[in-house]
Nanobody
Framework: QVQLVESGGGLVQPGGSLRLSCTAS????????MAWYRQAPGKQRELVAR???????NYAVFVKGRFTISRDNAKNTMYLQMNSLKPEDTAVYYC???????????????WGQGTQLTVSS
């Protein structure tokens, strides 16, 4: 009923920039917190950034000052602007959101399929 789709991943040189997008679709009453996670090979999934429905954001220490999370509630879309990219940023980036469907008053966590970011020269 509810789907999250990420886009914008790819190959970027160190120091480069890229913007990821995540769009929620389906029968949605509201979207609470949205977040970006990432998982590198052999590593645990980790939180990158999180943003509330009102636009309050927080970040992991390793991206503070380089990444910016934002959202457009009218479009049910979240973004992650990534600047000054480093090879260690290479990972699959996942979109997550707590969504209240139109048929419910309770939020449920949804995950996208992920998009690959590779930072390499």
């Amino acid at each position: 009923q509810v789907q999250l789709v990420e886009s914008g991943g790819g190959l970027v040189q160190p120091g480069g920039s890229l913007r990821l997008s995540c769009t929620a679709s389906g029968s949605i009453r509201s979207i609470n917190t949205m977040a970006w996670y990432r998982q590198a090979p052999g590593k645990q999934r980790e939180l990158v950034a999180r943003i509330t429905s009102g636009g309050s954001a927080n970040y992991a220490v390793f991206v503070k000052g380089r990444f910016t999370i934002s959202r457009d509630n009218a479009k049910n879309t979240m973004y992650l602007q990534m600047n000054s990219l480093k090879p260690e940023d290479t990972a699959v980036y996942y979109c997550a959101a707590n969504v209240v469907p139109t048929t419910s008053l309770f939020g449920t966590d949804y995950w996208g399929q992920g998009t690959q970011l590779t930072v390499s020269s």
